[in-house]
DNA sequence: CTCTCATATAACAAAAAAGTTATATAACCT
DNA sequence: AGGTTATATAACTTTTTTGTTATATGAGAG
């Protein structure tokens, strides 16, 4: 059972189309930053700021292996029941990958 | 199955305290534009722009009775599925009834 | 026809969101 | 140490959202 003011604020956070699509790349496991950085139309501070804004609503976890930073979805988010099944009725965004041939994403 | 578009327009919707809990009330049944009005601490006007937004996104039907407007939940609505469960996940809000006494809420 | 009530729309102000460029931090490479 | 790459943060601008007050519309009541 969630609170008004807790499940709007996530709603807020899931209401964009970036960090949506974002989050449905993530469904298929861990993505390096740099995926989102090659594969959005944005500048790299403002995949930053996504990715913070999905943090901070608690929805994400990082993990940094050398320079790159991995983002995976929190599956112990009391929210993350509602993610995964948004995601699964949501029609899967094309993968790019024009990431550095050395970043493990 | 949502195009992430769509969904996350309807996920901003959604993503509003005010809105969601008017939604929340709908879930009982149809609603009186008026007793939103008596609910929620913003003006009228404001009150009227929610319940707009939410209609625009296909979410409420709505049936003139007299001088009074009845808002209810769309179940013909591709995203009813979703709203319901996201109510049936939603903390009650306590129901007010300030309304004027010959309106039928 | 005019008054009142419920609701919607218009015009505008304030606040929040989302983008940009410039710069900082952290890690790797030579 | 100094250069390069990945990511984050700061400062700022533009756009969007949300509220307000004033006004319009539509329906019932006298």
């Not at 993505?31 to 901070?56: E, G, N, T, Y």
Request: aromatic fraction near 6%; hydrophobic fraction near 40%.
């Amino acid at each position: 059972m969630y609170a008004v003011e807790e499940l709007s604020k996530v709603l807020k956070v899931l209401g964009d189309s970036t960090r949506l699509t974002m989050l449905k790349q993530m469904e298929a496991g861990e993505q390096c930053a740099c995926s989102f950085v090659d594969r959005f139309d944005i500048s790299q501070p403002a995949i930053s700021r996504h990715l913070k804004m999905l943090r901070q609503a608690g929805l994400l976890l990082e993990r940094r292996d050398k320079q790159w930073i991995h983002y995976r979805l929190n599956e112990t988010s009391p929210f993350y029941p509602l993610v995964t099944e948004l995601l699964a009725n949501l029609e899967t965004v094309e993968p790019s990958c024009d990431c550095e041939p050395d970043c493990a994403m």
